[in-house]
């Protein structure tokens, strides 16, 4: 037992817990804030897996843009419309039949794959070279296509946006 | 070192523990600094003294603000969600010393020399945007929302300027890790990135106008990323009694205080390292080395600091509008007109 | 094309108006301070500064009238009248004194410091002072008592008076009855007795 893996069940941990109360959390903005150390602890995760490119992007991405917007959504209805959002449980046999399938598909995987088993190396390898270089060579076009994606959508959502404005 | 290592699992829980927890000791000797900075900097700004009864020229001043803050009572008003009123200032101040872990204090100590150094900051930092919404949120309280709402979008904003401005210095040095950018900034004042860096002359000369602006406007940016004025709209006393921290005291109002200090210093430290040849002395050779390099670091990092104080003492707070106008449409636009020329220049 | 330039043309300004804004704070940086260090280095205040009230109570003759004038009332006088065998002696301007004062109490607390008080005053007794460096922790200590008088003083100034006052009701006694027995024989004015004829020389006290 060394401290990679106390800090791999720390990470564990946190995010299962938190996953927890993302989910049974009645109220829901603790949902939306619980969310907040799930992303933390996948970020870990992505560590100590050696993709430290990919746990950074992802506390980029879903801590500072999508968890933000999802917050202002909560708390723009909750508190300022006073609606009150609680998270309640229905469809109870449908929503069993899809998680049983669900779960049966992820554990049959998690079993039937053959997981590489690395030795806890020293050191970090450099990736990040390595992800760039991919990207604008051999993923150019999908990396591409997505920016492009992007781009139409956010000039999508501005046009949404004024649209309204001016309708008002 | 050795001897704690062969102590197996606690001996390196000990030596983590005690690597990461340098910085700690430095912020807070430096928001001690700094708290009796601003004050004697705002008063003489003003024409005035400020403390001055408290030691000499009221230098114990600090302390006793500090230990006022200790045994104030801890307040949380009933209709606050205490959970998430509580959790609040950590998450804050998480977020901010996150970041520090990727500061090149010295050319011997970083917290973790990793390759992602400024991604991994700007990336931290995030945790701030949300530790301000939940203190806003959870205090339940109209200012406080306000402040926090007004921080969350502000903020979001300007980590768009502010990553592109990032972007301009990583493409002239070609690294992310701090410590590598910092090394090649090496040998003197004229090779820093705010300079052109250490390219040929023509490359250099052609380069100097792009990394000057960029310099400004990432400063601009890192002023509105740390909520101080003329970018704080967040914590407005003359509109939003206090912003996200309103319903704050004590120990917690401190927390909150000591993340506002450190950030002004990692914002700084970003700026330094990226632009001003972090931990390299302006003289070349001269006066360089490991104990040097911590002081010209942090010299540095305090005259920026110093400028952020000068400026709040100077402008008045802008408008939310005017301030999305800046973020959007100047800051922005000008900064793709600088990554344009950079990379162009770069590449020739 | 004209908004292209409006929009350089803003930058511009917001650059320059900022650097100069900072160039004034920064030159304010070495100005010495306007400010004095306070308890150490105090301020010389005007020769007629309105400040804490003073009263000097022995040309106070108890008249009455800054305690009315008093917007706030804050000055509580109380008075006793003296006897004729008593000389309370005259004021520094030359008015005789002919009250006792046993009361004269400022609240200053609740002192406005508007100086109403200090013109009426005829013998300019009540003025105001430079000293403006008087917080109290109990507020009772800010009511001043100005009154020199001791309670036993007080006691015999009452006694005094009230054997004045009764010796005079038995001399009035006295006159209306022998007044009555004069009178008699003309019957009708008997029935009002009591007033004071305008003439009677026996009325004790004031003038
Ligand atoms: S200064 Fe004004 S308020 Fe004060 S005692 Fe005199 S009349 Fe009253
Ligand atoms: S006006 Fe002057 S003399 Fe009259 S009661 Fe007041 S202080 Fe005394």
Request: aromatic share 12%.
């Amino acid at each position: 037992m060394d401290l990679y893996i106390i800090v791999f069940y720390l990470f564990a941990l946190i995010t299962l817990a938190s996953a927890a109360i993302v989910v049974i959390s009645k109220n829901i903005v603790y949902s939306a804030f619980a969310l907040l150390f799930t992303f933390f602890g996948v970020a870990g995760l992505y560590v100590l897996l050696m993709a430290d490119f990919i746990a950074v992007t992802q506390l980029l991405i879903y801590v500072g843009g999508i968890l933000v917007l999802l917050l202002f959504g909560v708390m723009l209805t909750t508190k300022v419309i006073r609606v009150d959002m609680r998270t309640a449980t229905v469809r109870t046999f449908p929503a069993v039949v899809i998680v049983a399938a669900l779960a049966g598909t992820l554990i049959g995987i998690f079993w039937s794959t053959d997981w590489p088993q690395s030795p806890a190396s020293d050191g970090f390898e450099r990736t990040i070279p390595q992800i760039g270089e991919m990207l604008l060579t051999s993923y150019l076009l999908p990396f591409e296509i997505a920016s492009v994606v992007l781009l139409v959508a956010l000039i999508g959502a501005a046009m949404i946006a004024r649209r309204e404005r001016k309708a008002l | 070192m050795e001897a704690l290592e062969n102590l197996g699992v606690w001996g390196s829980i000990l030596i983590a523990v005690v690597w990461s927890a340098l910085p700690i000791v430095f912020i807070l000797l430096y928001a001690l600094v700094t708290l009796y900075a601003e004050m004697k900097i705002a008063a003489h700004i003003q024409d005035r003294l400020a403390y001055m009864r408290t030691g000499w020229h009221g230098t114990l001043q600090p302390f006793a603000d500090i230990l006022k803050l200790l045994q104030k009572e801890d307040t949380i008003s009933s209709a606050a969600d205490r959970k998430l009123f509580r959790l609040a200032p950590y998450v804050v101040f998480m977020g901010t010393y996150g970041a520090f872990s990727a500061i090149p204090f010295s050319s011997i100590y970083i917290g973790s020399n990793i390759d992602l150094g400024v991604f991994f900051i700007v990336a931290v930092s995030s945790l701030v945007v949300v530790g301000i919404l939940m203190g806003g949120w959870a205090s339940n309280n109209k200012w406080s929302i306000f402040g926090a709402m007004r921080s969350a979008a502000q903020m979001v904003s300007y980590e768009i300027p502010t990553a592109l401005a990032i972007l301009i210095a990583v493409m002239i040095t070609g690294s992310l890790n701090l410590q590598d950018v910092t090394k090649f900034q090496e040998g003197g004042i004229h090779n820093w990135v705010v300079f052109g860096g250490p390219l040929p002359l023509t490359q250099k000369l052609l380069l100097i106008p792009f990394t000057l602006v960029t310099f400004i406007i990432l400063f601009i940016a890192s002023l509105a990323e740390v909520n101080r004025t003329p970018f704080d709209l967040p914590e407005a006393e003359s509109e939003l009694v206090q912003g996200f921290n309103t319903e704050y005291s004590g120990m917690r109002f401190a927390m909150f205080y000591l993340a506002e200090y450190a950030n002004m210093f990692l914002v700084s430290a970003v700026t330094v390292a990226l632009f001003l040849g972090g931990w390299t002395s302006p003289f070349g050779s001269f006066l360089s080395g490991p104990v040097w390099g911590l002081f010209w670091f942090i010299g540095k990092c305090l005259l920026l600091v110093f400028l952020q104080i000068w400026i709040r003492w100077t402008l008045p707070r802008l408008r939310v509008d005017q301030l999305m106008y800046t973020s959007w449409k100047v800051l922005t636009p000008f900064l793709f007109v600088c990554i344009f020329g950079v990379g162009l220049i770069l590449v020739l | 094309m004209a908004a292209v330039r409006a929009y350089f043309n803003n930058i511009w300004i917001a650059l320059t108006t900022v650097a100069v804004g900072m160039k004034i704070t920064f030159k304010h940086l070495f100005v010495p301070a306007v400010t004095l260090q306070y308890p150490d280095v105090k301020l010389k205040l005007p020769e007629r500064a309105r400040n804490r009230l003073y009263v000097n109570i022995d040309d106070c003759i108890g008249c009455d009238q800054c305690s009315m004038v008093c917007p706030v009332d804050c000055i509580i006088i109380e008075t006793i009248k003296s006897t004729p065998d008593q000389d309370l002696g005259t004021t520094s301007t030359g008015h005789k004194k002919r009250l006792h004062v046993p009361v004269f109490d400022i609240d200053i607390a609740k002192c406005c410091y508007c100086g109403l008080c200090v013109y009426p005053c005829p013998t300019e007794c009540i003025v105001m002072t430079d000293v403006y460096e008087f917080s109290e922790f109990d507020r009772n200590r800010l009511i001043y008592s100005f009154s020199i008088m001791t309670p036993q003083d007080i006691e015999l100034a009452k006694e005094k008076l009230k054997k004045a006052e009764e010796e005079a009701a038995a001399k009035k006694a006295a006159a209306t009855a022998a007044a009555a027995k004069a009178v008699q024989p003309s019957g009708a004015q008997a029935l009002k007795p009591a007033s004071p004829e305008p003439g009677t020389p026996e009325q004790p006290g004031n003038s």
